[in-house]
């Protein structure tokens, strides 16, 4: 069975809690459930991860050469910084969907920039937890095309 990573960065763990206004009042293990449930309705397998830690997120993405078909990415503040995280993206060719669940264009300019994003097979931004899903789904179509 196909499998996807998804794969959550610094923050994230405190969904739910964290700026609810923002970014909603589902917890990160109400988005995790979600992601596996649209897996098992879609025939695939999904494993849900998050680190604060920028190491550990490379680590995350250099393993999933061979054991995933894709990786649905919100890497959180390092989206904007991470040269580490961009160079593991293409060091493992596994594609990666970036994600966001608040809109970070309607946001401070600084959330503007993405090291990502040129390296992203696509990119959902904006649309709430509900984007996880929609991520998945495309990973589905993709894989099945
Ligand atoms: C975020 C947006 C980032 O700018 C921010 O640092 C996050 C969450 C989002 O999901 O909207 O931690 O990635």
């Keep these: 069975m196909p499998s996807i990573l ?7 763990n405190m969904l739910g809690k964290r700026e609810p206004g923002l970014y909603g009042a ?11 449930a649209t897996g098992a309705q879609l025939g695939l397998e999904v494993d ?3 680190s604060n830690h920028e190491g550990e ?8 050469a061979g054991a995933f078909d894709g990786i ?3 890497a959180g503040a390092y989206t904007h910084t991470s040269i580490a995280l961009r160079d593991a993206i293409l060091a493992t060719g596994v594609p ?16 503007h920039e993405s090291k990502i994003a040129p390296v992203a097979a696509g990119l959902i931004v904006g649309l709430g937890p509900d984007g ?3 991520a998945i789904r495309a990973f ?4 099945n095309a």
């Design 140 to 143: 589905a179509q993709r894989l």
């Design 132 to 134: 996880y899903a929609l």
């Design 57 to 64: 997120l490379v680590d995350a993405i250099q393993t999933s």
């Design 26 to 36: 589902k917890t990160l293990s109400d988005i995790d459930e979600m992601c596996r």
């Design 96 to 111: 990666v969907i970036e994600l966001h669940i608040s809109n970070v264009y309607a946001r401070e300019d600084f959330r």
């Design 6 to 12: 998804v794969l959550n960065g610094p923050n994230l």
């Design 48 to 50: 849900c991860r998050q």
């Design 72 to 74: 649905v990415l919100n």
